[in-house]
């Protein structure tokens, strides 16, 4: 069968033509999945000149359909000549990224990523400086501040893909201008990939390009009139000081710091203190200590608990960066004070956080620093405070510090110190405090030696499983059952 004007060699085009024409879906489709065999018959410079010309100026059908094709075009750079000829395959692919199914969309986004391994080096930076940058700076300033969003979002992506000469001279002055956004939101998106920008900079000029372009831009940020702009680049901003080095930091950084740690907006002065460690790393945190306290202290305070819980579980770190005399003196009040908060999940994450102090500064200034305050609280007035101290005495996180960590003295105070301020609680007037007497026995248990368990443990668990209060009941019968004291 030929052609229309009678050449054979116009065949494959033609039934093509006719194939994809037809109303019948899977005809179309069946006629897609065969263009690999169509390529063969046509040769290496008619696919390029007269098949992917045709499907590029005839895509139109339904998703499946595209689907297929989009699939068909991500193995075909030999079909076409080889990666010599694969940019051939960038306007058919490209138009199908930008069809409305997402599934076709992704498809032809996962065949571009693929040919575009077929590309030499030079090729691909010339695809890019092309066909790709033209529509990178027009989006980079489109009317649309969504759009403007997604390019500051995926910055760092970008940056990657086009490469470092590419970077140099085209994404630093778009970096910039989306620093400068009139939109809070797209200024957000891009102070929050101003520590991975920079990071990816090329490293013979990388000081040089953030201390002219970036930080001038950085510096406003960190006055902007947004507090969602402020809160983002306090969550990166500190990882500067790993790029720039020491006298960079101490110069230009370290006044920034000290100006979010004073910042308003409490999101903003937690970011800067949860990332503390890399600030560390470059010039101690002794630096930031006169700012640091009173952040602390303002944010120990605030009225949101979620923000008072959040400084709570950085604790441990804080106190690991800034020494155990420097915590002793300014923080352990803070800690101490934490564990009568009016909210129950603030308690419990203060308990939590003595353990996992008592686990990095040891047994022995537990025992002179924690141990005495917590069981002062036995005698507290407000029965929630009485309990703390059973929380503190029992808590899981504290019996894995004991057993695992600190070893035997431990079974000492808390054979000495800690279980007579229990076994006392068990008279409490208040029936939770007594079951939880019930419960804290059960846990600390394993720590006691098997005298300590029949002299003083067992009598006290069997006069509260008597209680006339059921919950009483049931915890002193459990630790019974559990410790084997029946």
Request: hydrophobic share 45%.
């Amino acid at each position: 069968m030929a052609g229309a004007d009678g050449d054979d060699s116009l065949y494959p085009i033609a039934v093509l033509i006719d194939e994809l024409r037809n109303e019948d879906v899977q005809l179309r489709l069946n006629s897609i999945k065969k263009l690999s065999t169509i390529a063969l018959a046509l040769g290496v410079e008619r696919t390029r000149t007269e098949l992917l010309p045709f499907l590029t100026d005839t895509i139109y059908d339904e998703d499946e359909v595209l689907l297929a094709l989009a699939e068909q075009l991500g193995n075909f750079t030999m079909l076409v000549g080889g990666p010599e000829y694969v940019h051939c395959l960038l306007p058919p692919l490209e138009s199908l990224a930008t069809v409305e199914e997402t599934v076709v969309r992704d498809k032809a986004v996962e065949s571009l990523r693929k040919i575009s391994q077929e590309h030499s080096p030079v090729d691909l930076e010339e695809d890019l400086e092309t066909l790709v940058m033209p529509t990178l700076r027009q989006a980079a300033e489109d009317k649309s501040w969504r759009v403007r969003y997604m390019v500051a979002d995926k910055f760092s992506e970008l940056q990657k893909a086009v490469g470092p000469e590419i970077t140099k001279n085209d994404l630093v002055p778009a970096f910039q201008n989306l620093l400068k956004d009139c939109e809070a939101e797209v200024r957000a998106a891009a102070a929050n990939k101003v520590k991975e920008f920079c990071e990816n900079l090329p490293e013979d000029n990388r000081e040089q390009i953030i201390m002219t372009h970036i930080l001038p831009c950085v510096k406003e940020l960190v006055s902007d009139t947004n507090q969602h702009v402020k809160s983002a680049l306090a969550s990166v901003i500190m990882g500067l000081s790993t790029i720039l080095g020491k006298d960079n930091t101490i110069e230009h950084l370290l006044p920034l710091f000290l100006a979010q740690l004073k910042d308003e907006c409490p999101e903003v002065r937690l970011n800067i203190i949860s990332n503390l460690d890399c600030v560390n790393e470059v010039i101690g945190i002794r630096q930031l200590s006169q700012s640091l306290l009173p952040a602390i202290v303002e944010l120990a305070e605030d009225a949101k608990w979620r923000v008072r819980l959040a400084i709570i579980e950085y604790m441990p770190l804080l106190a690991g960066q800034l020494g155990v005399e420097f915590f002793d003196e300014k923080l352990n009040t803070l800690c101490m004070a934490w564990l009568i908060d009016h909210v129950y999940a603030i308690r419990e994450a203060a308990t939590c956080n003595l353990m996992k102090l008592v686990e990095k500064f040891g047994a022995e200034w537990a025992q002179n620093t924690i141990v005495p305050k917590v069981l002062g609280m036995a005698n507290d007035p407000n029965y929630l405070h009485r309990m703390t101290t059973l929380f503190s005495c029992s808590h899981v996180y504290f019996l894995r510090v004991v057993v695992h960590c600190c070893g035997y003295p431990y079974r000492e105070i808390t054979t000495k110190q800690m279980l007579p301020v229990v076994l006392k609680m068990s008279n409490d007037q208040v029936a939770n405090v007594r079951f939880n007497v019930a419960k804290s026995l059960q846990k600390i248990g394993p720590v006691l030696d098997s005298n300590a368990l029949q002299t003083e443990v067992k009598p006290v668990l069997e006069k509260l499983a008597s209680d006339t209060d059921m919950d009483v009941k049931y915890f002193a019968q459990e630790a019974i059952s559990v410790l084997a004291l029946a």
